[in-house]
């Protein structure tokens, strides 16, 4: 938690130095356009002189480009604020359950857990077990369940060992299909920031997870 506050107080202070050099750059290029501007009026011909409507199109111009600079360091600052926010969001949920989409079951002391939501209520729910090769190694009988999240365990002492590991889920009512997403129950071990977004690593498992796809957090 203490690399997650300097990470974030780090950045706040980038971003104001960000901040900064972008008003010192407006006002540069401001003092710039009057500088041009007053040399352009000194220098005109007395005979055919800049009309109103001239120097107000050039001022518009002006306020635009300063306009565009202004909402140009708004915005990073705001994308600044949210990743550490983001950052903060992971660190605090290290060490935490979370449930994710996906399929791949990790055992952790030879026990895997996973979830199911139904989009409908189903009368025959199973899970089967497979291997990378796609060999059914157990199945779970969920029985009936109602539309939702619905949560289960497997415990193993013969494929303790195995990382390859994913489920598949089958889902009916009377007959008929129904959508069963698969889902990962998981204890998160680090968040890592990027340039992408936030990802976690989770225990057991080699690829990282996007913070996006969270579910729900135990």
Request: charged fraction near 10%.
């Amino acid at each position: 938690m203490t690399s997650a506050i300097s990470s974030t107080t780090a950045s706040t202070a980038t971003t104001t130095g960000s901040a900064s050099a972008g008003s010192t750059t407006a006002a540069a290029a401001q003092d710039r356009f009057l500088k041009l501007l007053v040399a352009q009026l000194n220098n005109q011909d007395p005979m055919n002189p800049m009309d109103n409507a001239q120097m107000t199109t050039q001022m518009a111009q002006l306020d635009t480009v300063s306009g565009i600079q202004q909402l140009n360091s708004t915005v990073k600052s705001m994308a600044d604020q949210f990743t550490s926010m983001q950052a903060m969001q992971g660190a605090s949920i290290v060490g935490h359950d979370v449930i994710v989409n996906g399929s791949n079951l990790t055992l952790n002391a030879g026990v895997g857990k996973g979830a199911v939501s139904l989009s409908g209520a189903a009368d025959s729910v199973k899970v089967d077990i497979v291997s990378a090769g796609g060999q059914v190694l157990d199945t779970l009988n969920l029985g009936a369940q109602s539309a939702g999240q619905h949560a289960f365990s497997w415990t193993t002492s013969a494929y303790a060992g195995r990382t390859d590991l994913s489920f598949q889920v089958t889902a009916t009512s009377a007959g008929q299909s129904v959508t069963a997403t698969p889902l990962v129950q998981n204890t998160v071990i680090s968040a890592n920031p990027s340039s992408t977004g936030l990802s976690l690593s989770l225990q057991g498992q080699t690829t990282p997870v996007a913070y996006s796809d969270i579910v729900s957090i135990l």
